[in-house]
């Protein structure tokens, strides 16, 4: 698989489990969405995804849950994380701590208690890191949740919600981990189960006091003293000797009663500046090695996505991160090749954060023991859709077919998803598609109302709304038009840097050649191939749509019609009257530039709240960068 594929498609991964785990509904365990972050880091560190913190990186979610929304008191921005010895070397040498705390890193559901003079008021989860869900009623069943302390407290205390081993076994086995159980009965909207969650507590805080600790392990013996559950702790004065430490802990986790998947690594000493970050710097998760299993390859089965046979290897069922796993990834037919795999061969299946894990290559020589009997893989040959023809060119198995039904109806999936057309759901598009009213983007914008209504026997307003919808005229940038006719591979960060290559309009990307298009930077032939086909390919289709005159594409800004150009903006917090990634839309058809992160020489830190003490605020306030509210933002799009 390309490296630009690849990129594209974690970083899509990424920001699909990071909402579900912020929402409360993690689809897979910590262990596994660290490897799935680690190799977008190794192949792209310069990703913006891997800045931002939350959801999605953009502010809270609307109150549509039923639960209201909090600030914390203690920021939970997340940590940096170092994947094997060396990782974890290079962080102490950086950081230079005299004296290291060590903590169980535990595999649960953040939360976070706020008391008012001893007194526990609000319970609220992780959220997007600045604002999350009150889920007071529910944390006071929980088990090590004081609702008075001993002392007349005013902060936040912050902990991880687990379910012990037992609990999960006895009650929750149709759950797949502690953690998934966990996180969906602690946002239950009735609290059942409440009762079967415990708290184990490792910070604390005082607004306006930075300096009520004076290091980490007073803040723990101060936890305990006032009656919380705290994280296992140790210290030391060598980080040499964390690396042994590491070891020992791992080989003895499974006989712990709840999860953990690693340990964070702290400075005793407390720098609160450093905590409100984002990412703070002074503390690291250490994670444990990655967990693999062995099995028997058994089948191969070809999971089709648009013009694309994916392999998918069905191996006899191991346990792997607190999952039994039945199913496998092979990515394409050159990884086949590569690795020798028949049907019977032995196996190495190590996770990787995809909903399914992946073959990673021939088990080690006795690790188990092979069929007796091995075969070959069988690759399909020709389309179930079309009956075309399949092309295999090693990195990809594909029908070559543009008119191929499965393909067409892939890309109208694809563009209706990239406009956010939500009123046009998949049954609606299916029954177009099937009937033949609707076999190609363009056809989108002849519908009627008359023909949206017999097709969903919805009522007439319904209608309205969805033909609405799709004629809501739209003003796209290049990257997005493109993206939206679902060239393999291609998204929009790719047209984008072609766009600053020069090719920043569609005539221009027309015209070049794969040669000129390979010469950008970042870009291979592969990609430059797919992208001349894919214009060649839609040339039509695209200028058909152009000609209904709904969606038009935003011409490449000048000194006129870019207002924002030289401009950088930063978002944090959440917008009122629109998406963030309208905003920063919006910033892009004006010339300017989006940053995820504070910079030394950005424009405007765009917020709704000045006095918030987030890590940006902060940040902005220290650089003497300009902050501005959602309204004077909305001024400056409009040129007021």
Request: with cysteine.
């Amino acid at each position: 698989m390309a490296k630009k594929t690849r990129t594209a498609e974690l970083a899509e991964l990424i920001g699909k489990y990071q909402k579900s785990y912020y929402e409360g509904e993690g689809e897979i365990s910590d262990a596994e969405f660290d490897l799935l972050w680690d190799e977008l880091k190794t192949l792209d560190p310069g990703n913006p995804l891997l800045k931002k913190v939350g959801s999605t990186g953009s502010g809270p979610a609307p109150d549509t849950d039923g639960f209201p929304k909090t600030k914390h008191i203690i920021p939970m921005g997340s940590q940096d994380k170092a994947a094997n010895p060396a990782e974890f070397i290079a962080w102490a040498v950086k950081i230079k701590p005299v004296l290291i705390v060590c903590q169980y890193k535990l595999d649960g559901a953040s939360l976070e208690l706020q008391y008012e003079k001893g007194r526990l008021k609000t319970a609220v989860t992780r959220g997007d890191g600045i604002i999350g869900d009150e889920i007071t009623l529910n944390a006071k069943t929980m088990r090590g949740v004081p609702e008075k302390l001993r002392e007349n407290f005013t902060g936040g205390v912050r902990g991880e919600v687990v379910m012990y081993h037992d609990v999960w076994k006895n009650k929750y086995p149709d759950k797949a981990n502690c953690r998934n159980a966990a996180n969906g009965i602690m946002r239950r909207k009735d609290g059942a189960g409440c009762e079967d969650l415990t708290l184990i507590t490792y910070d604390a805080s005082v607004p306006g006091n930075d300096n009520f600790f004076t290091d980490e392990i007073e803040k723990i013996k101060w936890l305990r003293l006032q009656g919380f559950n705290t994280v296992e702790t140790v210290e030391f004065d060598d980080y040499a000797k964390i690396i042994p430490y590491r070891e020992a802990t791992a080989e003895k986790r499974k006989e712990l009663p709840f999860d953990i998947d690693g340990l964070v690594i702290k400075d005793r000493s407390i720098d609160m500046g450093d905590l409100r970050k984002d990412r703070p710097e002074r503390q690291i998760a250490f994670k444990f090695d990655l967990e693999t299993a062995f099995s028997i390859l058994r089948k191969v089965e070809w999971s089709e996505s648009g013009a694309t046979y994916t392999p998918i290897g069905i191996i006899d069922s191991v346990r792997i991160a607190g999952t039994t796993v039945q199913r496998a990834n092979l990515n394409n037919p050159s990884m086949i090749r590569a690795m020798g795999l028949q049907i019977g061969s032995a196996v190495t299946v190590v996770k990787r954060g995809e909903i399914i894990p992946k073959i990673e290559g021939l088990a080690p020589a006795g690790a188990i023991e092979e069929s007796p009997h091995k075969t070959e893989i069988v690759y399909p040959t020709v389309c179930n859709a079309c009956g075309a023809a399949l092309e295999d060119a090693g990195t990809r198995l594909y029908c070559p077919n543009g008119l191929c039904p499965k393909r067409l109806h892939h890309r109208l999936q694809k563009w209706v998803n990239t406009l956010d057309i939500r009123e046009l759901g998949e049954k609606l598009l299916a029954q177009l598609f099937d009937s033949g009213r609707v076999r190609s983007i363009s056809d989108l914008y002849t519908l009627t109302q008359a023909e949206a209504a017999a097709f969903e026997r919805m009522g007439e307003l319904s209608a309205a709304k969805v033909i609405r919808h799709i004629r809501t005229k739209r003003n796209l940038s290049l990257a997005v038009f493109i993206a939206g006719f679902d060239f393999e591979g291609v998204g929009e960060l790719i047209i984008e840097k072609a766009a600053v290559s020069g090719f920043d309009t569609l005539e221009k990307l027309r015209q070049a050649s794969a040669e000129e298009l390979a010469g950008v930077y970042g870009f291979g032939e592969i990609t430059a191939n797919t992208i001349v086909s894919g214009l060649k390919e839609c040339r039509a289709e695209m200028d058909n749509v152009l000609a209904a005159g709904i969606i038009s594409i935003t011409p490449p800004p000048d000194s006129q019609s870019a207002p924002f150009k030289g401009l950088s903006f930063c978002f944090t917090g959440e917008l009122k009257t629109m998406k963030r990634s309208e905003a920063e839309e919006k910033i892009k058809l004006l010339g300017g530039s989006v940053k995820s992160a504070i910079v030394k020489n950005l424009s405007y830190l765009v917020t709704n709240d000045r006095e918030s003490g987030s890590g940006k605020n902060k940040k902005a306030a220290d650089l003497g960068i300009p902050v501005i509210n959602e309204e004077e933002f909305l001024k400056m799009v409009s040129g007021e």
